[in-house]
């Protein structure tokens, strides 16, 4: 109750800097028509790279410009606002309330992701829609699988931001971490190419980490590459490291807690 | 918690914090730990209205870290409500409120009024008692026009009575203040210390307040805690910090003519002006033999008594240091 209550608040903040969203959607549109050409250009060179055809390819960059703000594949979203207030101390009044912090913010950013997804997912995804030929997910049961994978997409975008936001309880400032943090983020999570068109051990380590769940897990689902258990295991993953990652920021947390200052008195 | 004990119990409380210092003639920076709270010792009852004043850096904030179990000390014991702080941070959170001057603990962009909603869902306040304290406060502290506007966009004092409403909508035990009238007008700070007062008749509510506004102490409370290097240096009540700090009260006499510094017993002159003369004695004596033995040598036109002032007092407390360290 609690925890839905702040996300339909975090929703209604976002959505009050609208001339932000509309531009926001229009360079999503423009980056997606750019990398559309580039790919479509790639695909005819090699039609079946990576096991994706020319309309899976084009798809998929749709689907990166549509996930890059719900997911906060940069960084930022809600896990700024705790940085912010762990660098100003204001994070010591988080802490005096008789409620977890890492649900608190998580339920945040799931509000801020879901004005992003009806924003800056779905308005970009319409011009593709108009101006290339974009495929649909094959099935309801399709459907409903991305849906659970892009949640799961935020679950773990938000605990690496909040592992990053939370290393200002040392540093004070998590800038430099998070443009590191950002910079893995892109390379790994498939949004500049797709993991599948890594080589070799290269695309085998990139599946393998938690960036996969950003982009690619999500896009594979949506174009239908994972079948029956198939489609369980890549869940399986996001939800695996969902989990292994929330538990690390709750530990992060206790070890600050413990070991230092909150800021100012 | 036991009926009889105290709320706040503080036994031999310590923190030391691990610092990084640097040293001439060494490349790398030697680890060191400096003591900011040490020796700290005392017992609030329920319904007490305790200062808690010391200069900065006294360990103030660290203590009320501890209390609040934000911080975990590094020695000692620290009990409020029956509860272990830090263990039990987020029981006890729903028993305590905290307000900071400095600080908001509301929900900048949100209106007011979605800051009381969160917080009702937060501290599970049942819709009645969140209903009868939202109207009492937002009555009592004036609030009622301000309730649709963001945050953001109140004036100090609003924002102050809107943390103070924020704090005390789920009927805290302890209520800490950090500050509260910092940067408040005259107006509003007699307003916000009556309201607090009532608070504490009404409901007892017992209020730990931290302020270097001596007025704020002298409105409010009974008891003041002086802490000064991590420990304290007093704990008792307002009156008897004078007699602590060695202050002194001051006798004001207008002679009828001007005349040599008067000599009588238990005071000395410090400043001559015309028939005007200032005669100071310890604020614990009585002033009546002084002022009797003035009338019976002189012709004196008028009388009067200056009270010390407390911050010379607490100044003065200050500047002779911390006897716990003296003694080790």
New interface residues.
């Given amino acids: ?2 925890h839905v ?2 996300a339909t ?1 975090a929703f209604r ?1 976002y959505s ?1 800097y609208r001339a932000a969203t509309l531009a926001g959607i229009f360079t999503n549109s423009v980056f997606g028509i750019i990398y559309s050409f580039a790919y479509l250009a790639v695909w005819r060179a090699n039609p079946t790279a990576g096991g994706y055809d020319a309309q899976d390819a084009v798809t998929y960059v749709w689907l990166g410009q549509a996930l890059l703000m719900t997911i906060a594949l940069w960084g930022g979203g809600t896990t700024d606002d705790l940085a912010e207030r762990i660098r ?3 994070v ?2 988080d ?6 912090l890492v649900g608190w913010y998580l339920a945040s950013d799931l509000g801020r992701a879901a004005y992003h997804l009806l924003t800056r997912g779905v308005g970009p995804t319409l011009i593709g829609f108009l101006v290339f030929d974009i495929s649909l997910p094959s099935s309801p049961l399709n459907a409903l699988a991305f849906a659970v994978s892009l949640v799961l997409a935020v679950v773990v975008s938000f605990a690496i931001r909040f592992l990053v936001a939370s290393t200002a309880f040392w540093l004070l400032d998590q800038s430099g971490v998070k443009v590191m943090s950002g910079a893995f983020a892109i390379f790994f999570s498939g949004m500049m190419l797709p993991l599948v068109l890594f080589p070799g051990w290269l695309g085998t380590l990139a599946r393998a980490l938690p960036w996969a769940s950003y982009v690619q897990v999500p896009a594979d689902v949506w174009l239908g590459k994972h079948t029956g258990l198939d489609l369980l295991a890549a869940l399986g993953f996001q939800v695996m490291w969902a989990v292994v990652l929330l538990a690390a920021c709750q530990g992060v947390l206790r070890l600050a ?2 070991k230092v ?2 800021q ?2 | 918690m036991s009926a009889t004990g105290p709320l706040i119990d503080v036994r031999d409380l310590e923190r030391t914090f691990a610092v990084r210092r640097r040293v001439d003639g060494r490349r790398r920076r030697v680890r060191d730990s400096v003591l900011a709270v040490h020796d700290l010792t005392f017992a609030v009852a329920a319904g007490e209205m305790v200062g808690y004043i010391g200069p900065n850096g006294a360990g103030k904030s660290t203590t009320i870290k501890m209390l609040t179990g934000i911080l975990v000390p590094t020695g000692g014991q620290v009990r409020v409500a029956g509860l272990d702080p830090n263990r039990d941070r987020v029981e006890l959170a729903r028993r305590i409120g905290v307000v900071f001057g400095q600080r908001s603990t509301l929900w900048w962009d949100l209106p007011l009024r979605d800051s009381f909603e969160l917080l009702q869902k937060m501290y599970r306040i049942s819709r009645a008692r969140y209903r009868d304290n939202l109207d009492r406060f937002v009555d009592l502290l004036d609030l009622g026009d301000q309730l649709d506007t963001p945050v953001r966009q109140l004036s100090l004092g609003q924002r102050m009575r809107g943390d103070i409403t924020a704090a005390l909508l789920h009927d805290p035990e302890v209520l800490y203040l950090d500050e509260p009238t910092i940067g408040l007008d005259v107006v509003s700070k007699g307003r916000l210390r009556e309201f607090l007062r009532a608070l504490n008749d009404e409901r007892g509510t017992t209020l730990v307040l931290t302020t270097h506004d001596l007025q704020d102490i002298e409105a409010l409370c009974d008891r003041v805690i002086v802490i000064d290097h991590g420990t304290s240096v007093y704990d008792g009540p307002l009156a008897g910090l004078h007699a602590q700090g060695g202050s002194s009260r001051t006798l004001v006499v207008d002679l009828v003519d001007e005349a040599p510094p008067v000599v009588v017993p238990g005071a000395t002159v410090r400043r001559v002006e015309g028939p005007r003369q200032w005669l100071s004695f310890p604020a614990d004596a009585s002033a009546a033999p002084i002022v009797a033995a003035v009338a019976a040598s002189y012709d004196v036109a008028d009388l009067s008594i200056q009270e010390p002032d407390i911050e010379d007092v607490i100044r003065e407390l200050y500047s002779r240091g911390p006897e716990p360290l003296d003694r080790r």
Avoid at chain 1, 95 to 100: A, N, W
């Fill in positions: 109750m609690l209550a702040i608040r903040r009050t100003t101390g204001d010591a009044i802490l005096y309330r008789p409620v977890g807690t413990r200052v909150v100012g008195g």
